[in-house]
């Protein structure tokens, strides 16, 4: 069976960090992608970090300089280091995965920025 786990949410005050991991496992002989979505209370599932398919990576407007996405080489673990928080980024965050043609989502970690 295929399972992606989060790790790392919690409650942090704005300007805060927090590192976000995920690890794959399942047979599953290789991962596309790896990468972080996320959804606010009344909004959307939305984008926030990924690879484009040669590395590079790539993050929403909204967290660009402040979010980075990172993988180990086997790319079965992923992180999210969020540094200078906002009370804007408190949101479930879900690790996806897709690999042979499917697409595979964690659970979520719950962050709440707050003071």
């Known amino acids: 069976q295929v399972q992606l786990v989060e790790s790392g949410g919690g409650l942090v005050h704005p300007g805060g960090s927090l590192r976000l991991s995920c690890a794959a496992s399942?047979?599953?002989?290789?991962?596309?992608?790896m990468d972080w979505y996320r959804q606010a209370p009344g909004k959307e599932r939305e984008l926030v970090a990924t690879?484009?398919?040669?590395?590079?990576?790539i993050y929403a407007d909204s967290v660009k300089d402040r979010f980075t996405i990172s993988r180990d080489n086997a790319k079965t673990t992923v992180w999210l280091q969020m540094n200078s928080l906002k009370p804007a980024d408190t949101a479930v965050y879900y690790c996806?995965?897709?690999?042979?043609?499917?697409?595979?989502w964690g659970k979520g970690t719950l962050v709440t920025v707050s003071s």
């Open positions: 996806h995965g897709l690999a042979e043609f499917m697409n595979y």
């Open positions: 399942g047979n599953i002989f290789r991962w596309h992608v």
């Open positions: 690879f484009t398919s040669g590395g590079t990576s």
